[in-house]
């Protein structure tokens, strides 16, 4: 089963270009049988949310992933919900699996506290993954800090180093994953994972990440 694990839409993401009707359509068109939808949870959120309530801004958050579902209801592609968190003091992204509507709604304000803290209150089974981790401006985490990184970023707008960050989850034995890291409508659906089993829904997905059980997806051209 073919999986997109990083892309985002311009319902949240605001260096995002794609509605989510032509994110899902493109995905699907794509060969994809299955979409994350990672929007940035990160100060840039807040700072479109102001004058909102909590409940308020976490419902703006969700609605990519919400309009994605149903564009993916009527064509067949399964969506499932993940976050892109860029927590202080910045300027690092991790990508979040495992952690829903419910925890958003019950926890702090994510974006302004710091990844150790966080980690604390993620639900037992939320898997974290630093994005990109060594694409310009990023930071290293420390290794047990984390349950792996992105090995393979598709976003052919930067350079991220993709080899270096697989020799990096070699050498400290992180466990890998690969995105395309889709924004806009002329971006390639370029990575994600082959999952030997078949998945439906975020639980299992947690679990299949867990096992290892997937091939990854890169293209040459990131």
């Known amino acids: 089963m073919k999986i997109e694990l990083h892309a985002h839409t311009s319902a949240v993401s605001r260096c995002a270009h794609s509605k989510p009707d032509l994110m ?25 949310c102001v004058g909102m309530s909590f409940d308020e801004m976490i419902s703006a958050y969700m609605r990519g992933y919400y309009e994605s579902r ?19 003091p910045g300027p690092n992204d991790y990508l979040i699996y495992g ?25 037992e089974s939320a898997l974290v993954y630093q994005a990109h981790p060594f694409r310009d401006n990023m930071r290293i985490t420390p290794p047990e800090r984390l349950f792996g990184i992105e090995v393979f970023n598709g976003n052919l707008r930067h350079n991220s180093r993709n080899s270096f960050a697989r020799l990096w989850a070699e050498k400290y034995g992180l466990n890998m994953i690969s995105g395309s890291d889709y924004h806009d409508s002329g971006d390639p659906f370029c990575g994600g994972a082959e999952f030997y089993d078949n998945i439906n829904s975020e639980a299992e997905l947690v679990t299949a990440l867990k096992s290892g059980k997937y091939e990854l997806i890169t293209d040459s051209r990131a």
């Open 99 to 123: 952690a829903d509507e419910k925890f958003l709604r019950s926890a702090p304000v994510l974006p302004e506290m710091q990844l150790t803290d966080i980690i604390k209150i993620l639900p």
């Open 24 to 48: 899902v359509k493109t995905c699907k068109e794509s060969g994809y049988d299955a979409v994350v939808v990672t929007e940035h949870y990160s100060n840039s959120h807040l700072s479109q």
């Open 70 to 88: 149903n564009e993916g209801e009527k064509i067949g592609l399964r969506v499932f919900f993940g976050i892109e968190l860029c927590c202080d």
